[in-house]
């Protein structure tokens, strides 16, 4: 059974920082990429980064591109999610997910609140 695990969140003043984990699942599967999605209360889920685990390609969306920064550390099948200069509308749960043998991002964390007060 693939399982991902989230720590990370919390809750945070506007301008501040944050910073994600989730640990992958183990060597047996084959990881193509790992990434975050969020959801906001009475929002669709949206991708938020991505970031391929070979060649440690990376995705951001337009509302984050600049304040976020995704990482992969490869031997602790971690993937990190640095958040600066949050704002409000940064406010949701965070999950990780993950792409095993090329099959989209089919596996979910649990998710991890993150707040943003301004």
């Known amino acids: 059974q693939v399982q991902l695990v989230e720590s990370g969140g919390g809750l945070v003043q506007a301008g501040g920082s944050l910073r994600l984990s989730c640990v992958g699942p183990?060597?047996?599967?084959?990881?193509?990429?790992m990434g975050w999605f969020r959801q906001a209360p009475g929002k669709e889920r949206e991708l938020v980064a991505g970031?391929?685990?070979?060649?440690?390609?990376?995705y951001y969306a337009d509302s984050v591109k600049g304040r976020f920064t995704i990482s992969r550390d490869n031997a602790k099948n971690t993937v990190y999610l640095q958040m600066n200069s949050l704002k409000p509308e940064d406010t949701a749960e965070y999950y990780c997910?993950?792409?095993?043998?090329?099959?989209?991002?089919?596996?979910w964390g649990q998710g991890t609140q993150v707040t943003v007060s301004s």
């Open positions: 970031i391929t685990w070979s060649s440690g390609n990376t």
């Open positions: 997910t993950a792409s095993i043998g090329g099959s989209g991002y089919r596996y």
């Open positions: 183990g060597r047996a599967y084959s990881l193509s990429a």
